[in-house]
């Protein structure tokens, strides 16, 4: 996956001992672009977390990551793992460019409809795409 925003902030590293030796992370935060920006905490890990020093508060990044869920005592913690964080020159200021599943999309979809057989959502399918819109799904 990835993630195009500012670098709003980097946070110290931390380090530490575990059973496969020592480990180093550091958590950083970009803010996506466009009309709703939303704030999201990366965890750069190893010689990635070297690699933040390069960069600094402000810039422009994409950030290629993997989100990770693990359950602890019956609760589901997520981390972004990021492994790779390029430069962005182009800036991409205006635009929205966090994540772009919804691209085409009206911010207002009409309700899915559940019964194929009543067509009161005239132009929409029963997974609230406009119709005439091919998804990629082999199925």
């Known amino acids: 996956m990835e993630l195009t925003g500012k670098l ?7 380090t530490g001992e ?4 020592s480990w180093k992370k550091q958590l950083f935060v970009v803010e996506t672009l466009g009309n709703y920006p939303k704030k ?3 965890a750069a890990w190893g010689d990635k977390a070297d690699a933040l020093s390069s960069l600094t508060v ?3 990044v994409k950030v290629f990551f993997d989100p990770e869920s693990r359950e602890f005592n019956g609760k589901f913690y997520t981390d ?10 182009s800036g991409g200021q205006g635009q929205n460019q966090g994540h772009n599943q919804n ?3 009206s911010n207002n979809p009409q309700p899915v409809n559940n019964n194929p057989g009543n067509n ?11 119709a005439g819109v091919d998804d990629d799904l082999p199925f």
Do not use: M, S
């Open 8 to 14: 709003e902030k980097i946070l110290d590293p931390e």
């Open 58 to 60: 402000g810039q422009v």
């Open 103 to 105: 691209q085409g999309y």
């Open 80 to 89: 972004l793992k990021a492994w790779r964080i390029d430069l962005e020159t």
């Open 40 to 42: 999201v905490a990366f």
């Open 120 to 130: 009161n959502n005239a132009g929409y399918n029963d997974f609230n795409a406009p």
């Open 18 to 21: 575990g059973r496969n030796g």
